[in-house]
């Protein structure tokens, strides 16, 4: 009987922990899918790459997530973020900060005054690399007036300077604790900023993980976690969509989107996501080296052809679907200063023949290329091997200019690749967009100097020297209306050059659960509010 007493009380035991190691395994089961329930996953047809926020190779998104800077850039113009309130000197030269007193970095070190200086102080160090923003040449010192308040003292006026101190890089902040050497130019030994998200994990080529800073100065963000997942754009990011293996995806840094326009409306139709997209912040467009003087794409009638022969209502309602308008001009209309009368040029292909026959190049035999003192009419157009609409757009213009006689080949390339041509100036057409509703015009404009930007683009033109001394008075001047005259001079300019060729006016696009809430868009086309993101 004792024997039989004790077997029983032995099964007894036994399905006690089985039942409890059930109940633990539910548990922990229910535990992964909360947590699964309360974590995106977007798509990046890129890796995140380096995220020092003083240099340029890491994803902008990830950045902003990760980083802040002293004032945000709002549809109600300039508001604080990480200073409270700041002051202007009569003279314009002087700008007080009074920083925030309840932050800190992801780190723990304090966020101070003196963080601040030995943040701007390492960008400055490294002028030359953010020559394109032209506060990197107005910016004289940095002071510490005491534990919160920071000075900027300028050479000069210049008045777009809260609008670049508000961009997503350089002028943000990374703990001083992560300077190698006092410095950042050369690297930094970790990524830890103020912002809403802390960097976690990072797997190059394959993912990162950002996790909620709990301690955030302005609440901890309801989202937990958040992974961009490095997928192949198009099919496959589709693919992961529609398996659940990713939740989410948006319009890149480069401007390009990770599926097709159908790939989206499929999506939305099926009713478990929804099709978010901002108003237009951008200008899609095909960028001409001017000065290249062997191609003849260093002419002016040769560009001006070329935007005649391209018919951009067809690629904005067929190719791309009617998501994006077409764009007759460098900035759109509701671009500050960028309400311009300038000339029209819709798509006339014999209009484009016209100029081309007045210019010297004549055509044989309509199946070649047209030729002018022994060159022919041909030149190489890069596009974002990433991006799908790119690809379908450079085949459609490849086929529209042999229209008029120009030969045009075609050549996909990572975004990085690009960057760098336009850089060094190796390229003769490539597919570009302006920096959006937030920084224009000032910022594109100021790049038109900028070795690292648009340099070789206007520096063949007839009108350089005055256009640079234009761009430089614009930048300093402290009156409105003679600041107007000057951007309408330099707008006309560089239309009447034809050195920027409008394709499409752009925006953000974001395909996201249906019971995500909170999906708005910022000024700047680079950055998502993921902090205000909830699953409801």
């Known amino acids: 009987m004792l ?8 099964l007894l035991l036994l399905v006690l922990s089985v039942l409890a190691a059930c109940s633990e395994e539910d548990s922990a089961n229910e535990k992964k899918s909360d947590e699964t329930d309360n974590e995106l996953v977007y798509a990046v047809a890129q890796d995140i790459n380096d995220m020092n926020p003083h240099l340029y190779t890491g994803s902008m998104p990830a950045q902003g997530m990760v980083y802040e800077s002293l004032v945000e850039n709002t549809k109600d113009g300039i508001q604080p973020l990480l ?3 700041w002051e202007i ?7 007080t900060f009074f920083l925030r007193e309840d932050v800190q970095f992801h780190d723990g070190e304090p966020f101070n005054a003196e963080a601040v ?3 701007l102080d390492a960008v400055q160090s490294n002028a030359e690399k953010h020559a394109w923003i032209k506060l990197s040449t107005k910016m004289e010192n940095v002071n510490v007036v005491d534990e919160y308040t920071v000075e900027l003292e300028l050479s000069e006026p210049y008045y777009p300077t809260l609008v670049e101190l508000s961009m997503t890089r350089p002028y943000v902040f990374i703990s001083p604790k992560d300077f190698e050497n006092g410095e950042t130019k050369d690297g930094v030994s970790g990524f830890n900023g103020t912002g809403s998200y802390v960097l976690t994990e990072h797997k190059t080529a394959e993912f990162a993980t950002f996790e909620a800073n709990e301690d955030y100065w302005n609440g901890a963000p309801e989202i937990k976690r958040i992974t961009a997942k490095v997928l192949p754009a198009g099919e496959t990011t589709l693919l992961a969509l529609q398996k659940g293996e990713i939740n989410f995806a948006f319009t890149d840094d480069r401007g390009a989107d990770s599926i097709a326009v159908e790939g989206m409306n499929q999506l939305e139709d099926s009713g478990d996501y929804q099709l978010i997209r901002s108003e237009p912040m951008n200008t899609k467009m095909l960028v001409a080296n001017s000065s290249k003087a062997d191609n003849p794409i260093s002419e002016t009638a040769v560009r001006e052809a070329i935007w005649y022969s391209i018919d951009k209502e067809t690629i904005s309602k067929d190719i791309l679907n009617g998501t994006e308008s077409m764009a007759e001009t460098l900035f759109s209309p509701n671009v500050n200063y960028a309400d311009v009368d300038l000339k029209k040029r819709g798509y006339d292909v014999e209009k484009a023949i016209e100029i081309l026959e007045k210019n010297g190049w004549k055509s044989e035999n309509s199946s070649e290329a047209r030729t002018k003192d022994g060159k022919k009419l041909e030149m190489k157009l890069y596009y974002d091997s990433s ?3 790119q690809k379908t757009q450079a085949e459609f213009i490849q086929a529209s200019l042999k229209e008029i006689g120009l030969q045009l080949e075609i050549t996909g390339e990572e975004s990085t690749s690009i960057a760098n041509r336009r850089a060094t100036g190796d390229y003769d057409l490539l597919f570009n967009q302006t920096w ?3 920084y224009d015009p000032q910022s594109t404009i100021a790049a038109f100097t900028s070795e690292a930007s648009y340099l070789h683009t206007t520096k063949g033109i007839k009108k350089e020297d005055e256009l640079y001394d234009n761009i430089e008075q614009v930048m300093v001047s402290t009156d409105e209306q003679a600041r107007k005259a000057l951007y309408a001079e330099i707008l006309t300019t560089v239309h009447e050059e034809a050195v920027f060729i409008p394709i499409s006016n752009g925006g953000m696009t974001v395909i996201a659960p249906q019971n995500l809430t909170g999906v708005s868009f910022k000024q700047t086309q680079f950055e998502l509010p993921f902090e205000l993101m909830n699953f409801k």
């Open 387 to 389: 991006s799908s609409s």
């Open 436 to 438: 959006g509703l937030a």
């Open 117 to 119: 200086k030995k943040n």
């Open 89 to 95: 000197s009569e003279d314009g030269k002087v700008y």
């Open 83 to 85: 200073a409270e309130s």
């Open 3 to 10: 024997i039989k007493k004790i077997k029983v009380l032995g």
